[in-house]
Every structure is written in structure tokens, then in C-alpha cells.
Antibody, heavy 123, light 107 residues
Framework: EVQLVESGGGLVQPGGSLKVSCAAS????????IHWVRQASGKGLEWVGR??????????AYAASVKGRFTISRDDSKNTAYLQMNNLKTEDTAVYYC??????????????WGLGTMVTVSS | DIQMTQSPSTLSASVGDRVTITCRAS??????LAWYQQKPGKAPKLLIY???SLESGVPSRFSGSGSGTEFTLTITSLQPDDSATYYC?????????FGQGTKLEIK
């Protein structure tokens, strides 16, 4: 069964850090880019960033709202991707989804999604 | 960054109707445009990719068209289960971005 399972969400104080994980199974994880998408309660989807595969040098890109604070990494030996979030702000409160594609091409829509993990930034 | 603008923000229609949602990109994205359906408390579901290609398992009532900066999602013969929020997304290589969403209510 194809799966992405996020974990590690929780409550963190403003200015704090949190690392969430995305464990994959059932598809060629190592060949696919992994994206993080977030959604604040009652709001729309916001692309957070992505990491490409090893043949693409694990290249990363980030939304302007998180650049310099968030870092995406991956461990292909564990079929797991990570989102390290530093200097968290209250506006980072959201459900964080990881997503990917069966397609290993450069341009790919997101046909695989996790269920999401909730991150709450509050004092 | 490429901005995606959807219209309308909300839409109300009856079972059996045909509806169209529009998405406009701030610059050309060729055909690198996807449409997603999201229901409350669930992850988004891919409906259309590359502007007009129907994802496997998605009913043929859903169709997409457009290229460059103007795109549309059309749903024909609306069903009660189509009640959801729909998002467009550009995936033009370096970064991605979503439209603000269109909430579709079935009367």
C-alpha cells in the first residue's frame, strides 16, 4: 500500500523549534521529490518547500514565508523526509502535509499525500 | 514567485448542474497546472494534472483546460459528493503555489 505518514507535530512556544517526519512506503521514495504543504485552520493550502532526489542533487526550495527558518532533508535509506522548523511563529500554526508523486520527472503534480500532522505555535 | 488567482471563491449549484472554476497565473506556466479536491479534515486529492489530464480513478465528469496563464476546471452533472473545496496549483519547476480555493456547495 502506498503511504506517507507524518509524525512529530505538537505544541511549541514562539521562537522554538520542531522537527516533523514523513515516512514513505509502497513507491519509489528515493526517485521522487518530497514536498511539504501546510494548511492553517479554515484557510487554504500553502506550499512550504521541497527536496528533490539524489540524481537532482537533493536540491531544495522554500516559500518566502519560511525561507531561512525551515530546512527540508531526507534519508533515502529510511524512506523518510524531514522538516526542521526553527524560530517558529504563531502564524506557522497549521496542519503540515507531506506529498509526493509516483512520477520521478522534474514536473510532477502531487498524487500521494499523507494525513498531516498538527503543529501549534503558542505560548 | 508565481501567484495563482482562483474565481469564484464560493459557488453554489444544484445536482446535475455544470460548473466552471477559473484559475489565473501571474506568469506563463505552460501546462504545469493541477487541480485538487479537498473535503473537510482530509488531505487534498489530485483530480487533473498537466492542465487537462485526468488522474486515474477520477470520474470523467471532471475536466480541465487551458495553457499559459488561464485555466479552467469544469464539473458536469454535479453530484452531492462533489461538495468540497477545489484548488489549482502550479508546479512550474523551481517552486509551487496554490490558488486560494473555491468552495463548492451543492444545493
Amino acid at each position: 500500500e502506498v503511504q506517507l505518514v507524518e509524525s512529530g507535530g505538537g505544541l511549541v512556544q514562539p521562537g522554538g523549534s520542531l522537527k516533523v517526519s514523513c515516512a514513505a512506503s509502497g513507491f519509489t521514495f528515493s526517485g521522487s521529490a518530497i514536498h511539504w504543504v501546510r494548511q492553517a485552520s479554515g484557510k487554504g493550502l500553502e506550499w512550504v518547500g521541497r527536496i528533490r532526489s539524489k540524481p537532482n542533487n537533493y536540491a531544495t526550495a522554500y516559500a518566502a514565508s519560511v525561507k531561512g527558518r525551515f530546512t527540508i532533508s531526507r534519508d533515502d535509506s529510511k524512506n523518510t523526509a524531514y522538516l526542521q522548523m526553527n524560530n517558529l511563529k504563531t502564524e506557522d500554526t497549521a496542519v503540515y502535509y507531506c506529498s509526493s508523486s509516483y512520477t520521478t520527472t522534474w514536473y510532477a503534480a502531487f498524487d500521494i499525500w499523507g494525513l498531516g500532522t498538527m503543529v501549534t505555535v503558542s505560548s | 514567485d508565481i501567484q495563482m488567482t482562483q474565481s469564484p471563491s464560493t459557488l453554489s449549484a444544484s445536482v446535475g448542474d455544470r460548473v466552471t472554476i477559473t484559475c489565473r497565473a501571474s506568469q506563463s506556466i505552460s501546462s504545469w497546472l493541477a487541480w485538487y479536491q479537498q473535503k473537510p479534515g482530509k488531505a487534498p486529492k489530485l483530480l487533473i494534472y498537466k492542465a487537462s489530464s485526468l488522474e486515474s480513478g477520477v470520474p470523467s465528469r471532471f475536466s480541465g483546460s487551458g495553457s499559459g496563464t488561464e485555466f479552467t476546471l469544469t464539473i458536469t452533472s454535479l453530484q452531492p459528493d462533489d461538495s468540497a473545496t477545489y484548488y489549482c496549483q502550479q508546479y512550474n519547476g523551481y517552486s509551487n503555489s496554490f490558488g486560494q480555493g473555491t468552495k463548492l456547495e451543492i444545493k
